[in-house]
Nanobody
Framework: QVQLVESGGGLVQPGGSLRLSCAAS????????MGWYRQAPGKQREQVAAIDSGLLTKYADSVKGRFTISRDNAKNTVYLQMNSLKPEDTAVYYC???????????????WGQGTQVTVSS
């Protein structure tokens, strides 16, 4: 079973930046499209960005132009660069492999522990 370890979260002021990392164990990382997801208190988990094995990317409208997803298959790691952060970006952020590029739902592996991002002055 692949294990996911997210890191890089923290407390940042509005307008600030953070870079999240997600490392996956196992050898199957490169064949999957990967997604970054977030869950705010009292809300459902939502996909915010995704990248396929060919480096095609897509973003939720709420983060488009501010967040950038990338991956390094040699390191089994996916990244999320978050700029111009807003208080509404506050959430626990997770990564996972996507079952299908064409839906925001359905993941391949068990969820990791996530990394908390708090945007506040």
């Amino acid at each position: 079973q692949v294990q996911l370890v997210e890191s890089g979260g923290g407390l940042v002021q509005p307008g600030g930046s953070l870079r999240l990392s997600c490392a996956a164990s196992g050898s199957s990382f490169s064949i999957y499209a990967m997604g970054w997801y977030r869950q705010a208190p009292g809300k459902q988990r939502e996909q915010v960005a995704a990248i396929d094995s060919g480096l095609l990317t897509k973003y939720a409208d709420s983060v488009k132009g501010r967040f950038t997803i990338s991956r390094d298959n040699a390191k089994n790691t996916v990244y999320l660069q978050m700029n111009s952060l807003k208080p509404e970006d506050t959430a626990v952020y997770y990564c996972n492999a996507k079952r299908s590029w064409y839906t925001d739902y359905g993941v391949v592996w068990s969820w990791g522990q996530g990394t908390q991002v708090t945007v506040s002055s």
